[in-house]
């Protein structure tokens, strides 16, 4: 079992739509959560980072942590065609081991 | 915000040739920097971690004599692929982490091809 499993999609929404996309994972350590957002051929872009358990809004986005279900969503408001890319989610056991574990990534593409 | 470059952003080189990889962070200075290799639709897959003034830390199964990085000043890393062979051929990342925080801001991406 990967410790970070994540549906690589493709998932296919229209213009508008509100996404979502999860991550699950087993270790128990993991308090920091990450989401990144790749273009093709780019490099990941952070979107959201997290601490712990809550939630996080950051203008179009929210992300949600539930470590009790180790379980980790990011959730994207009005859509855009913009907003087709890879996301990925990472995490880490703490702020000391800077040691990232990805995900594989959900394809997402938003059609106009 | 944090700004990581890479450079070249694209590469050929022959097989059983070295090709050199820069990561410079732009605004900061960074003690820690992070390699990653992506194959195609899969995820990033940490290589090792370069810290300023000492040796890096590989990961289990890279080849540390293969990969040679060097973090010599506090903006730059550089990762060297000797003697390269095709199953070398991916997208290498570099991150690096902003001095007081924890996230990491990655460069664009080097797409290596060894023909």
């Given amino acids: 079992q990967k410790e970070v499993e994540q549906d690589p999609g493709p998932l296919s929404v229209p213009e508008g739509a509100i996404v979502s996309l999860n991550c699950t994972y087993s270790n128990s350590a993991f308090q920091y959560f990450m989401w990144y957002r790749q273009y093709s051929r780019k490099g990941p872009e952070l979107l959201m980072y997290t601490y712990s358990s809550g939630n996080k809004e950051d203008g179009r986005f929210t992300a949600q942590v ?18 087709s890319a ?12 800077y040691k990232y574990i990805f995900g594989t990534g959900t394809r997402l593409k938003v059609l106009a | 915000g944090a700004v990581v470059s890479q450079h070249p952003s694209r590469v050929i080189c022959k097989s059983g040739t070295s090709v050199k990889i820069e990561c410079r962070s732009l605004d900061f200075q960074a003690t820690t920097m ?4 992506q194959f195609p639709k899969q995820s990033l897959m940490l290589m090792a971690t370069s810290n300023e003034g ?3 830390t590989y990961e289990q199964g890279v080849e540390k004599d293969k990969f040679l990085i060097n973090h010599a000043s506090l903006t730059l890393s550089t990762l060297t692929v000797t003697s390269a062979h095709p199953e070398d051929s991916s997208f290498y990342i570099c991150s690096a982490i902003r001095p007081g925080q924890n996230e990491q801001y990655f460069g664009p991406g080097t797409r290596l091809t060894v023909t």
């Fill in chain 1, 66 to 83: 539930d470590k009790s279900s180790k379980y980790i969503s990011l959730f994207i408001r009005d859509s855009q065609p913009s907003d």
């Fill in chain 1, 86 to 97: 890879t996301y990925l989610c990472a995490m880490s056991e703490s702020s000391g081991t």
């Fill in chain 2, 34 to 37: 992070f390699w990653y290799r």
């Fill in chain 2, 54 to 56: 000492s040796k890096a």
